[in-house]
């Protein structure tokens, strides 16, 4: 049987996905994707993505899900059981991602207790490698697994399965309600932090600085869109079934504008919040600005552990607070990626929540061993690659065909705009039939090239 479960009030959708949202992407993949990207430059091919396809796909997924009812799975079959394979490719890819976006947070996790003493000492970076990751060079070391990783993305994935098999409701509406205010105040304490840091200034015009010859950079763009998808929670399914649990006449328009926009006011926030810092690291270093961050995982546990030791004050207790918002922000979401996997199990073979639940998180911690051994990182870079670039642009495009050309654009439009606070134009039907799909097909196209040459 399929089960019934919806959300108690439309404030505790919007928290759940919002939590979804904003995660670890938010952190420190945003602010280093913006600075690799010509720092300010980057704010504009970012909004032209958020407008052109985010947007435009959330509004899809919410209003397929709240119409279809069901997983990605269950919506696909009721278009066609001819389709229903579609609904597959994100339950996938979404498990895939859960894999090692747990293991990420599963760092965050220990990071916190690390922060009491700053036990990463005067070099967090070999610290980062060596003590953390237990990091050999490649694939020979993957027997070695890692024990405190481990017992950390154990207890994380005890976490997850705890609150996903409390349904709905019970569980992850509840646990949105206590993540999300608690989230937003931390995040206010590090920008807050960050801003009035001596030097800061430098780092935030870094940020808000646009470089406009990077305009032209067709990795900038794709950069961008990347980001987009990632951020917004798009193609991973998750948009679908938490839509599904909602009454057939919710706002549609709005809450995908709320959800995109209170996600993007918060990378933005953020982001000049890391950028406050790191400008502080540059001035109190002598370090050239550019030299302070390194690549996307180091701005996490090894830019901001070194930030952390130069504080002029409350170093224990920043660290704290970082590494727990880091945490909660990756909870929020993975356990969006674990309703996302769990609910078609419910739909297509009517296992109970319980019963999909624990499978899910049994072959779950079995798929993250893998990124917990001294090869985990070298795995980690390959998959997230190859999952990103080509798995979830594919599915978006899938997406738009789907709906766009079979189930017809024109449809869901009539569906959710009479109950929508304010109506979405035609413009939306040429975004989801043409526009999209022929940037991501763009995209497709030159990750190929990129691979080949
Ligand atoms: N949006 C989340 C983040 O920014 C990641 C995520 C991706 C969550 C896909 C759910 C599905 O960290
Ligand atoms: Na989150």
């Known amino acids: 049987m399929s089960e019934n479960n919806q959300w108690g009030s439309r404030l505790g959708f919007i928290l759940a996905t919002v939590g979804s949202a904003v995660g670890l992407g938010n952190i420190w993949r945003f602010s280093y994707v ?70 990420i947070v599963s760092w965050s996790l220990k990071y916190i207790f690390y922060a009491f003493n700053q036990a990463w000492g005067s070099n967090p970076e070999g610290f980062f490698y060596g003590t953390n990751l237990k990091l050999t060079s490649g694939i020979e070391s993957l027997g070695g697994v890692n024990l405190t990783v481990l017992i950390s993305v154990v207890a994380l994935w005890a976490i997850n399965y705890f609150i996903v098999y409390n349904g709905i409701e019970k569980g992850i509406e509840k646990a949105s309600k206590i993540f999300m205010p608690l989230l937003a105040f931390l995040m206010l304490i590090i920008t807050i932090r960050g801003i009035t840091l001596p030097g800061a200034v430098a780092g935030i015009n870094k940020f808000l600085n646009p470089d406009f010859s990077q305009l032209l950079n067709s990795k900038v763009w794709l950069a961008a869109y990347g980001q987009i998808f990632f951020t917004l929670s798009v193609c991973f399914g998750v948009m679908i079934t938490y839509a599904s649990y909602l009454p057939k006449d919710s706002d549609v328009v709005n809450n995908s504008f709320i959800t995109a926009l209170a996600n993007c006011a918060f990378s933005f926030i953020v982001g000049i919040g890391v950028f406050g810092i790191l400008g502080y690291m540059a001035t109190h270093s002598g370090v050239p600005l550019e030299e302070v961050v390194t690549q996307s995982i180091g701005l996490a546990f090894i830019a901001f552990p070194k930030a952390i030791n130069m504080l002029p004050a409350f170093n224990t207790l920043f660290g704290v607070l970082f590494f727990s918002a880091l945490v909660i922000a990756g909870i929020s979401s993975s356990i969006s990626m674990v309703e996302a996997v769990v609910k078609p199990l419910n739909d297509k073979f009517g296992w109970s929540r319980k019963k999909a639940a624990t499978v899910v998180a049994v072959l779950g911690v079995l798929g993250s061993l893998i990124f917990t051994t001294g090869a985990g990182l070298y795995f980690l870079d390959i998959i997230d690659y190859f999952n990103m670039q080509f798995g979830i642009v594919t599915i978006g495009i899938l997406q738009c065909i789907a709906i766009g050309w079979i189930y017809k654009s024109t449809k869901l439009r009539e569906f959710f705009n009479p109950v929508s606070n304010f109506q979405i134009g035609s413009w939306w039907d040429f975004t989801i039939k043409y526009l999209t799909p022929l940037v991501l097909g763009i995209m497709l196209i030159l990750s190929f090239i990129s691979e080949i040459k």
């Open 34 to 103: 913006a600075y690799e990207n010509g720092g300010g430059a980057f704010l504009i091919p970012y909004l032209v993505a958020l407008l052109t396809t985010g947007i435009p796909l959330l509004i899809l997924e919410f209003g397929f899900g709240t119409k279809m009812r069901g997983s990605t799975v269950l919506a696909y079959k009721k278009l066609s059981s001819k389709w229903e394979w579609i609904g597959w490719w994100p339950v996938i890819s979404v498990f895939i991602l859960l894999t090692y976006y747990i293991v």
